[in-house]
């Protein structure tokens, strides 16, 4: 037996105050041998009090922990307090919500539920205080002999209208809604197999050609690189363009072989002066360059593509590269993705993925980072490896010009002119690759009210081509599975049944049964399902594990906006064409602040020499960028469903107290206290 050399051991006995005796042999495979003497005995006994001792430390740490936690908990409560105290009642720095959701019939629709629910708290608190409740979850009918006043009659008639009315159809609701849920849970479960699968094969795309096939020719290679137009559209991007531009100046291509078209579409004049200025600088560099602005700005980012399309010289480029304003690509993004064209006729698409600056700004970002990581990990990568076809992310892409011309180019019908270019490529029979390892960078929405109008506009523009494609998936020519998965799995599955459910199984029939307990949810459904699911989502960004709790009730927080955004663009709502430019701060810029620094110096030196032939009009602008820009006082939002649903889910859950039910009363907590953050912009960006 070999030795054993523990350390707490051999402490405990140097302790010992008792001789010992030590028998120590020669042969090495005999282990040494201790005999210890009687007094050991009440040594044990000794140690037995100082390991009580110990333990009493133990537990009084432990409590003194718990009591830390407490008075965080206490702590972050009584800040809350304080915040909706100077909101709601003071209205110091707050600013409503632009959109006027309160004139909204969703709006209309949750305050008075809300009102509903608090007449209905009431009669039920009085009608425990006067013992007309078993103590149990499910409520005594009261016979007509027990009827001993007003209030008392008004009771029963409410428990009977409730029990034979309002039960039976909101359960057959519940009862849907929870089928939908479970469906969309298997797809995501066969999605998150999929790409287990596709780790363990280590499946990812490979080119039929290798990158020598651009070389053929020795003695002018470059000769037989393909032309490629990079398109950068933007509107407003004062924080970006610099970036931007830059980026698209360092890629490694064949500067005969490429044009970068700067797409224009800013109201401000002194934003087009100073993306002028810049376009003119790396013109003098030798970087073949243009500036684009349209007249008449219809059409949204579609139209500014589509007008871009229509130039001359686009007939000599064979592929276009697209990046929104806020993107980096790395120098060989290029050559890493143009490479899958070569000997693949029927490619018409290769989609890189997107990796952020400030995934650890605030809260915020950190949420969004396990959504879009999931989306690209998972559901561009299983659908791109199995179906080759996916949704075009609207930049950090390359499109075959031939495909995006006979798909009938950039349509300005929807707000989702990606996914509408995507969809019709895929009907006239084109391929798809993603490819996970092609990274780009840029940035999340820090504060929520931006964040909020992307995915307004994410989710109502499907809603919209839905009904425009539709016809046009029936009558096309692909394969009976291939319209399934774009009818049932892409649209209907994913962008309609996806918001429906999470808004009107956790926001509204979960508080009805609350008040109606004759209709009722399993705890599998409120908590152990939904925490499943967060898992799966969470997968893809491990280190974002400590978030998942937050991540969970954010997601539910979020899906009145999805809804309402689903609702509008299904039924061609009034803000089902809103398009509003996603607020940027410029992060990107900051990733390498010795070359940022250096920029900055090289532009403050060579203003006067760079721009000796632009306007004098643009010199003014350059002039007034030396002096300080006034700082506007930001406010923050109040947002008015997101505050009416908090509160609904309050007054739901201390209606749960009297019907005891644990899981339910805790998740209806703090789901409203998540929507009360929310509703008082308390999430992101901290902009008073």
Same mark, same amino acid.
């Given at each position: ?16 105050? #008792? ?16 005999? $210890?003497?009687?007094?050991t005995d009440f040594q044990a006994d000794k140690d037995r ?15 003194? /922990?718990?009591? &830390? ?41 949750? /305050? #008075? ?35 001993? *006043? ?37 797809? /995501? ?10 780790? +363990? ?14 070389? =053929? ?12 137009? =990079? ?8 924080? =970006? ?41 790396? $013109? ?18 579609? &139209? ?45 698409? =290769?989609?890189?993925?997107?990796? @952020? ?21 998972? !559901?561009? $990568? ?46 006239? &029979?084109?391929?798809?690759i993603f490819l996970n390892d092609v990274q780009c960078l ?18 109502? &523009? ?12 029936? *009558? ?17 599955? /994913? ?22 307990? !004759? ?24 280190? %974002? ?29 009034? %803000? ?9 701060? #410029? ?12 920029k900055e110096a090289q532009a403050e030196q060579g203003i ?8 004098? %009009? ?30 609904? +889910? ?14 339910? @009363?805790? @998740? ?17 960006? $901290?902009? %008073?």
């Open positions: 037996m070999p030795p054993n050399f523990d350390f707490g051991e051999w402490w405990l006995k140097e302790t010992h105050r #008792g001789a010992s005796v030590v028998v120590k042999m020669e042969n090495p495979n005999w282990s040494m041998l201790e005999l $210890q003497s009687p007094e009090g100082k390991n009580a001792k110990q333990f009493t430390w133990v537990l009084l740490l432990k409590a003194h /922990r718990a009591a &830390g936690c407490v008075a965080w908990f206490a702590q972050g409560l009584w800040s809350l307090l304080a915040v909706v105290k100077r909101r709601l009642i003071f209205r110091e720095g707050v600013a409503v919500s632009s959109d006027k959701p309160h004139k909204g019939k969703l709006f209309k629709f949750i /305050r #008075g539920f809300l009102v509903l629910a608090i007449l209905m708290l009431l009669l039920e608190m009085v009608a425990h205080m006067k013992g007309w409740h078993f103590h149990s979850p499910h409520l005594r009918m009261p016979g007509s002999n027990d009827v001993h *006043s007003i209030l008392h009659a008004t009771y029963l008639a409410w428990v009977y209208f409730r029990a034979n009315y309002l039960a039976p159809p909101l359960q057959t609701l519940a009862n849907t809604c929870i089928l939908l849920f479970l469906i969309q849970s298997a797809d /995501r479960v066969t999605q998150c197999l999929g790409c287990v699968w596709i780790v +363990l094969k280590k499946i990812k795309p490979v080119p039929k050609a290798a990158e020598s096939a651009y070389l =053929v020719d020795l003695e002018q290679p470059e000769s037989n690189y393909p032309m490629v137009l =990079v398109q950068i559209p933007m509107c407003n991007e004062r924080e =970006v363009y610099q970036q931007s531009i830059a980026a698209m100046a360092q890629l490694d291509w064949p500067k005969d072989r490429m044009l970068v078209q700067i797409l224009d579409d800013s109201d401000d004049i002194e934003v087009q002066m100073l993306i002028k200025a810049d376009v003119q600088k790396w $013109q003098q560099k030798g970087l073949k360059i243009v500036y684009r602005h349209r007249v008449v700005r219809t059409g949204y980012k579609a &139209g500014n593509l589509k007008s871009a399309m229509c130039c001359d010289y686009v007939k000599d480029y064979e592929f276009v590269a697209i990046f929104d304003a806020d993107f980096q690509p790395k120098p060989d993004f290029l050559k890493r993705t143009i490479i899958h064209f070569k000997d693949n006729e029927d490619l018409g698409l =290769v989609q890189a993925r997107w990796t @952020f600056v400030n995934k650890d700004e605030n809260l915020l970002t950190r949420l969004q980072y396990i959504n879009l990581s999931y989306h690209f990990e998972v !559901e561009q $990568q299983v659908n791109g490896v199995f179906l080759n076809f996916f949704g075009f992310n609207g930049t950090a892409g390359v499109w075959r010009v031939k495909a995006l011309e006979e798909s009938g180019g950039w349509l300005e019908r929807t707000t989702v002119e990606d996914m509408d270019i995507a969809v019709r490529a895929h009907l006239n &029979g084109w391929k798809f840029c940035e999340l929405p820090e504060c929520y009210e931006a964040y909020r109008k992307q995915q307004h506009r994410w989710h109502s &523009g499907p809603m919209q081509l839905f009904r425009l494609c539709l016809p046009d998936i029936i *009558s096309s020519k692909i394969s009976i599975w291939k319209k399934t998965n774009l009818i049932f799995l892409f649209f209907l599955l /994913r962008k309609l049944i996806l918001p429906f459910y999470s808004f009107t199984l956790f926001c509204i029939i979960l508080p009805m049964t609350m008040f109606i307990p !004759e209709a009722h949810l399993p705890a599998w459904v409120v908590c152990y399902v939904p925490a499943l699911m967060s898992f799966l989502n969470i997968l893809p960004a491990p280190k %974002s594990f400590p978030f998942i709790v937050p991540y969970l009730l954010f997601e539910n927080t979020m899906s009145v906006t999805k809804f309402n955004a689903m609702i509008s663009g299904l039924f061609q709502l009034g %803000s089902a064409y809103e398009w509003v430019v996603t607020k940027k701060v #410029g992060r990107a810029s900051e990733t390498d602040l010795v070359a940022f620094a250096q006067i020499l760079h721009h000796r032939g632009v306007s004098e %009009s643009g010199l003014d602008v350059f002039s007034k960028l030396k002096e300080p820009m006034p700082v506007k006082k930001k406010q923050n939002r109040v947002y008015r469903k997101e505050l009416a649903l908090a509160f609904l +889910l309050l007054t739901a859950s201390a209606r749960s107290l009297l019907s005891v039910q644990g899981v339910h @009363f805790y @998740f209806l907590l703090f789901q409203g206290i998540s929507f009360l953050v929310v509703g008082l912009d308390l999430i992101g960006e $901290q902009v %008073s």
